[in-house]
Nanobody
Framework: QVQLVESGGGLVQPGGSLRLSCAAS????????MGWYRQAPGKQRELVAV???????NYADSVKGRFTISRGNAKNTVYLQMISLKPEDTAIYYC???????????????WGQGTQVTVSS
């Protein structure tokens, strides 16, 4: 069983900053990539940022230059540093661990429960 636990969401004013954290735990041999997705009301879930085990990153155009994804020193953790937040960044942010190899030798994708980010004055 693999679990992803997110934290760090909240209410922030436009122009403010937040840092999201995600920790994966369980019987994990390896994780190919970890990323952040978000879903605003009435919209589809979209990719925000992803980082591979090799350290390569990819960002949605809407967050480039404002958001930074990184992996922590602790194994299987990922962070999303968000600055210059805008009202349109308001959404539930989900952490995803992709191609996780577990005890049975197969790979699976896992999602966290989501954390609310609200940008409003």
């Amino acid at each position: 069983q693999v679990q992803l636990v997110e934290s760090g969401g909240g209410l922030v004013q436009p122009g403010g900053s937040l840092r999201l954290s995600c920790a994966a735990s369980g019987s994990i041999f390896s994780i190919n990539a970890m990323g952040w997705y978000r879903q605003a009301p009435g919209k589809q879930r979209e990719l925000v940022a992803v980082i591979t085990s090799g350290g390569s990153t990819n960002y949605a155009d809407s967050v480039k230059g404002r958001f930074t994804i990184s992996r922590g020193n602790a194994k299987n953790t990922v962070y999303l540093q968000m600055i210059s937040l805008k009202p349109e960044d308001t959404a539930i942010y989900y952490c995803k661990a992709a191609k996780v190899i577990v005890l049975d030798g197969y790979s699976y994708d896992y999602w966290g429960q989501g954390t609310q980010v609200t940008v409003s004055s």
